[in-house]
């Protein structure tokens, strides 16, 4: 005989799980409104990834901004203003990467700061590694930022191209 006046414990986790996405999706969508604009639409783990880059950079200018207002000051010796001086050049910009999937293209993005010894021929390596074949490669220097692009396209279109294995290749790369 069915139950009257209840509802099923189904029909509450349904709703339950419903509450819970919802949720979700509103908090990446803040996370998303407070990054930089993206190029195109970002998936999550690629919006949380970009959180992380973006919170470690946050850091990184927030101690060097620190050291520089101290260095401004003028309480520190110049052995410790020429080490301050040092740190904030190497530390300045930390590369970030940045792999979009456009079905049988690929495209690469990497910023990095004019002083770090980037090796862009290491990346392309590993694209070619992994069976892709650069098409066009462009880059522009910001201040003391270097802004690279390269779009590459699969060796073989009905294999592709393992987007995630490229990703995490350029990753340890980068580190």
Same mark, same amino acid.
């Given at each position: 005989?069915?139950?009257?006046?209840?509802?099923?414990?189904?029909?509450?986790?349904?709703?339950?799980?419903?509450?819970?996405?919802?949720?979700?999706?509103?908090l990446?969508?803040?996370?998303?409104?407070?990054?930089?604009?993206?190029?195109?639409?970002?998936?999550?783990?690629? #919006?949380? *990834?970009?959180?992380?880059?973006?919170?470690?950079?946050?850091?990184?200018?927030?101690?060097?901004?620190?050291? %520089? %207002?101290?260095?401004?000051?003028?309480?520190?010796? /110049? /052995?410790?203003?020429?080490? !301050?001086?040092?740190?904030?050049?190497? /530390?300045?910009?930390?590369?970030? #990467?940045?792999?979009? *999937? #456009?079905?049988?293209?690929?495209?690469?993005?990497?910023?990095?700061?004019?002083? %770090?010894?980037?090796?862009?021929?290491?990346?392309?390596?590993?694209?070619?590694?992994?069976?892709?074949?650069?098409?066009?490669l462009?880059?522009?220097?910001?201040? /003391?930022r270097?802004?690279?692009?390269?779009?590459?396209?699969?060796?073989?279109?009905? !294999?592709?191209?393992?987007?995630?294995?490229?990703?995490?290749?350029?990753?340890? #790369?980068?580190?």
């Open positions: 005989m069915p139950r009257r006046g209840r509802s099923s414990p189904r029909v509450d986790r349904n709703a339950l799980e419903r509450d819970r996405r919802q949720y979700m999706k509103e990446s969508s803040r996370l998303g409104f407070l990054l930089p604009p993206p190029l195109s639409k970002r998936s999550l783990p690629e #919006l949380l *990834d970009q959180a992380t880059t973006h919170v470690k950079q946050l850091g990184q200018r927030v101690e060097m901004l620190k050291q %520089k %207002k101290q260095l401004l000051e003028g309480s520190r010796t /110049d /052995d410790q203003i020429t080490g !301050i001086r040092d740190q904030m050049m190497s /530390d300045a910009w930390s590369p970030v #990467l940045t792999v979009r *999937d #456009l079905g049988s293209m690929l495209e690469v993005c990497v910023k990095s700061g004019s002083n %770090k010894k980037f090796l862009l021929h290491q990346v392309i390596q590993v694209l070619v590694e992994e069976a892709a074949q650069v098409v066009a462009s880059y522009s220097n910001v201040g /003391d270097i802004f690279y692009t390269i779009n590459a396209e699969a060796v073989s279109p009905r !294999i592709g191209i393992e987007t995630s294995r490229v990703r995490e290749r350029l990753k340890e #790369l980068m580190l």
